[in-house]
């Protein structure tokens, strides 16, 4: 909140605006979705760009510094560009801990380890400089940071969380799928009908949501000898893209999913 004189003396308040959109139905929708063709599109981009996965990475990285600026300088919720962000996030976090997996030989238990110490990190940072974890409360600029790295630790420690559970593991992709969705619902339920706190009830079905798509990402995309329905990477990552532009087209014409005043609780 901030005041400003005008002429007179009069002092006006003002409530400035959170950059990150009311948490409504629309938002778990479309994040799911975006986490979706994170993983899809990832596979996709690696197996055809003909970079290499390390080359992909970089030029992904590249596309999603060059969108986070634009996203940075935005005064208000934008929401093709926030939700831009989120896809391009999705698919650097998939892409990172490809690399570690493939590349560098990391197991994903060890990955699963590292990004959750690093999100750890990251809300134990932001919650000692900020006193508050509320994506309600994200006005400024370095709160803003603190907020979109973790989005890509939940990004990375949930690919990596996926794949351990539904191919290390041997759960299986829709297995997987209903096993996140039914824990994300389980904290639903606690923060909706026992009154759980609704900042680390957010957060914790936030970083379910990036297992939950990619396991609904790679049982439709995956051939049927691995337990997948065989539609392929090309044919998944446009259908979710394309729900994802008509429900963000939907909500900007008709004002919905606005963010609420920062002040506000989630």
């Known amino acids: 909140m901030t005041t400003s004189s005008q002429p007179g003396g009069r002092n006006v308040t003002t409530q400035l605006l959170?950059?990150?959109?009311?948490?409504?139905?629309?938002?778990?929708?479309?994040?799911?979705?975006?986490?979706t063709v994170g993983e899809t599109a990832a596979d996709f981009l690696n197996d055809n760009l003909g970079l290499g996965l390390t080359g992909t990475t970089v030029v992904m990285a590249l596309l999603l510094a060059g969108v986070l600026v634009v996203?940075?300088?935005?005064?208000?919720?934008?929401?093709?560009?926030?939700w831009l962000a989120v896809v391009l996030l999705s698919v650097v976090g998939t892409l990172i801990t490809d690399n570690l997996v493939e590349n560098f030989n990391v197991t994903l238990e060890a990955s699963t380890a590292i990004f959750a110490a690093g999100l750890a990190a990251t809300f134990a940072i932001w919650y000692r400089n900020e006193e508050t974890l509320s994506i309600h409360s994200i006005n400024t600029p370095r709160r803003e940071a603190y907020y979109w790295l973790a989005?890509?630790?939940?990004?990375?420690?949930?690919t990596a969380a996926g794949d351990l559970i539904a191919e290390q593991l041997d759960v299986g992709y829709w297995r997987s799928a209903l096993l996140f969705a039914g824990t994300i619902a389980l904290?639903?339920?606690?923060?909706?009908?026992?009154?759980?706190?609704?900042?680390?009830?957010f957060w914790a079905a936030y970083i379910l949501t990036r297992p939950l798509g990619a396991s609904i990402g790679d049982?439709?995309?995956?051939?049927?000898?691995?337990g997948g329905l065989a539609l392929g990477t090309v044919?998944?990552?446009?259908?979710f893209l394309t729900t994802i532009v008509a429900v963000v087209v939907y909500l900007d014409r008709q004002q919905r999913n606005q963010p609420p005043p920062s002040d506000a609780s989630l």
Do not use: C, M, N
């Open 18 to 35: 959170s950059k990150v959109p009311e948490v409504t139905i629309f938002f778990w929708v479309i994040k799911v979705l975006a986490t």
């Open 71 to 82: 996203q940075f300088r935005s005064p208000t919720y934008v929401p093709w560009i926030y």
């Open 151 to 158: 989005i890509l630790f939940t990004f990375a420690l949930g």
């Open 187 to 201: 904290i639903a339920v606690a923060h909706l009908r026992f009154r759980a706190p609704a900042i680390p009830a």
């Open 219 to 226: 049982y439709l995309s995956q051939d049927r000898d691995v």
């Open 235 to 239: 044919a998944t990552t446009i259908i």
